[in-house]
């Protein structure tokens, strides 16, 4: 009850963030809302729109469009673990776009992407192979759903076993120093599918501090 209600009422019209404070309080409004998109990312068909309202709803740009930025100079082949998961033979065409999804100048995620060319329409191709579209925009017209099989927490604000350790408050008249939060927070990866459950992509999301990145909401 506590987390969801620190989630509300978390709203910025600002796109640059305030350093978030080392606080007992402030760790666990971090955690709750770390949860939250977690969960909301679990139960989208598209992890794209799920971003860009997120983008939105927490005001981290003033144009709260994602914006796929392509590492045009990457290349990482397919393991066969993959091509099992895609059902492709050893000989069917795959593709790899790596990009990092931005809101603004904030960087929210990391994406490794490997799909089946032979399954999107020439116009998708096209699209994906030369503009910084993202893939979960290109693909839209397929009823894209997506089921993710692994999801990794890189961080936690909690120590573990938060529950049962002294709440830690700052001293009085002193600012609390600023939160070390790392660049990568969670990890998703996920199989993407058509509207009639053909695979078409996997992916590996990467998701980053800029997610954090607004002002904060006042504490009473």
């Not at 506590?2 to 666990?28: E, F, K, S």
């Not at 139960?43 to 799920?50: D, Q």
């Not at 392509?70 to 069917?92: G, I, K």
């Not at 809101?103 to 990391?110: D, I």
């Amino acid at each position: 009850m506590l987390l969801a209600t620190l989630c509300i009422g978390v709203h910025a019209h600002a796109a640059d963030a305030t350093a978030w404070p080392d606080t007992y309080l402030r760790r666990l409004q971090a955690q709750a809302l770390l949860q939250t998109l977690h969960a909301n990312l679990l139960a989208s068909t598209s992890a794209t729109l799920t971003l860009e309202k997120w983008c939105a709803d927490h005001g981290i740009a003033d144009d709260a469009r994602i914006v796929a930025r392509q590492q045009r100079s990457v290349d990482l082949p397919a393991t066969p673990e993959q091509r099992a998961r895609l059902a492709v033979s050893p000989e069917t065409p795959l593709k790899y776009r790596r990009v990092q999804l931005y809101c603004g100048e904030h960087l929210l995620s990391e994406a490794d992407n490997w799909y089946v060319p032979g399954r999107l329409s020439a116009a998708m191709n096209q699209l994906l192979e030369q503009t910084d579209t993202p893939f979960g925009k290109v693909v839209l017209p397929l009823a894209p759903h997506r089921r993710t099989f692994a999801a990794k927490t890189l961080w936690s604000p909690l120590p573990e076993r938060w529950e049962s350790l002294p709440i830690q408050g700052t001293v009085t008249g002193m600012a609390p120093a600023s939160l070390p939060i790392p660049a990568a927070l969670f990890e998703h990866r996920a199989v993407l599918y058509t509207r009639d459950h053909e695979p078409i992509a996997e992916v590996r999301e990467t998701y980053q501090r800029g997610l954090l990145n607004f002002p904060l909401p006042a504490i009473p």
